[in-house]
């Protein structure tokens, strides 16, 4: 039955899709790419949610909260300051140049080549970063609501193979064929259902916290059990430590809602500025709601899951032996860890359990570390700290009624499995369906405008009509979404998938930001700045990630690329100053679009600050 609903309601979309877009005229450039500049505040608003509101955010964020509390809210609540910006500082700017992308724009600012260069980073990024983490994300999710390995047969491995192309396939036939205007109402239809079983899933969870109870009565067992998990600031050693929100955290979320060129394509589609700002607007009343959905569940299924009742005490699931030879050790900072078979362990001469149990109290060497074994495991056996430090080995209970944190993003798939009742779990199923392919074919319009506009017709072709451009499109995103779904399963392992790409992310977009934000403060400043600054902070920050990472590390990430962003905004101001363009650049009018601003943005935009900060000192 879930199957049937999920069968039912994915194709639901995909049938009032076609019905509401089969008429719109997408032959032309402005067609395709921008749905013919008529998009309306709503339909940018559910659009932009949407396509954020993926399978990344509802498994990752919540998987992060699930270890980390609610402080990784800032992912969601601190976005609402960033479209402010967006509405009333970069919109009007990037609607005035009537452009397509943003390094369309860069090309308008200084030159061709700083367009190119920016092109083929998003290409790249988006191939190799942003949409096989999607795929992915999707993929876990989705296994872990319908049980589609139980349903087939299939191993772990195969499942997630499987799953990954077939929605890298619905995915694409969105995104390569219907172009930008069936991105935007298919996100449009979908975020109706997001909203709504997002919000039930944490109504049902408070309930299942109470034990059948009050949602009242849930959230107060919440707090009450878990009150570490409600301090919107987060300490030193979670993913978000409060510095962060005024250096990396503050500028990856301005760079992702005013210059990613996959969210901020369909503000380039609005009717006129008083739409877009609707709806950049009304896109961010939504964000500062959005940890009941994003961020409430993963503390629910920490309750549900990761908690267990130890000779009186609540104490947390760490991990699960997994192998048939499991090694607990003490690594050389004092913290326990799981080692199986998969790992290292057999370098450390635990190729079976006896010859495990002869290593207890010895150091091994594994890797460049020394480890001192604490116990040999068979596998289902859960470890957990107590409140005094001491590692704890639980034998005897179902590990798959557990969550531990070593595996957090399967925290929310279970939840919904467990909370929505059966015939609702294939809905949902299906909206997350919905939100994978949003983000997966937003970004795929995305790569495919990009790689048309800015490499075919700028480059290989110049004299190319409106319908070879797009059919350039068309080959480029289908061989994207090929190497994305390649990709994809290989990033089975990764400890927080959502603290991946945010880290990865940084490598992009802090150069990219930088040279679009430089651009429009200093209008002396040349194109081979602009240029030296993306590649330039590219190999920066990619070095510091993986040359010197424990710099990185010592420093915070977030605080190392506020780093990089004041270094290159410095050179960028300077090169201006001191070597600056013959003469300063003038933003003209293209007359593509009415900039006539909408009255209620600077009211809304007060209010929504406003919000931010009330939530913030609320949970302080």
Known sequence: MQIFYFVFFTGLVGLLTFILTRRKGDDSLAGYFLAGRALTGGVIAGSLLLTNLSTEQLVGLNGAAFKDGISVMAWEVVAAIALVVMALYFLPKFLRSGITTVPEFLEERYDRGTRTITAYIFIFAYAGILLPIVLYTGATGLNSMLDVEGLTGLTADQTLWMTVWLVGILGSMYAIFGGLKSVAVSDTINGFGLVIGGVLISVLGLKAVADGGSMAEGWRILQESNPEKFKSFGTEGQSVPWP??????????????????????????????????????????????????????GIIAFQLYCRYNHNGEQVSIDNVSAGEVTLLLRNPDGKAVVMTSVDETDVAGASNLAAAKQLVGEEVAIGDSSYTVIDALEAGVLVATDRHGETLTIRGQDVNDFVSLSSVDKAYGKLVGNVLPKSLVGFFAAVMIGAILSSFNSALNSTATLFSLGVYKGQINPAANDRTVIRAGMICGLAVAIVAMTVAPMLKGQESIFGYLQKMNGIYFIPIFAVVLAGLIHRRIPAWAAQVAVVGGVALIAIGYFVTPQFVERINEFHFLGIAFAIL?????AAGTFAPRAEPWTHEHSGDVDLTPWGGAIPVALLLVVVVLTIYLSFA
Do not use: D, H, S
């Open 569 to 573: 905004m410095a050179f960028l101001l």
């Open 244 to 297: 962060t929100l005024f250096t990396g955290v503050l500028l990856l979320n301005l760079f992702y809602w005013c210059t990613n060129q996959q969210i901020i394509q369909r503000t380039f589609g609005a009717r006129n500025l008083k739409e877009g700002q609707k709806g950049v607007l009304i896109a961010g009343c939504f964000k500062v709601l959005a940890p009941l959905i994003l961020v409430l569940p």
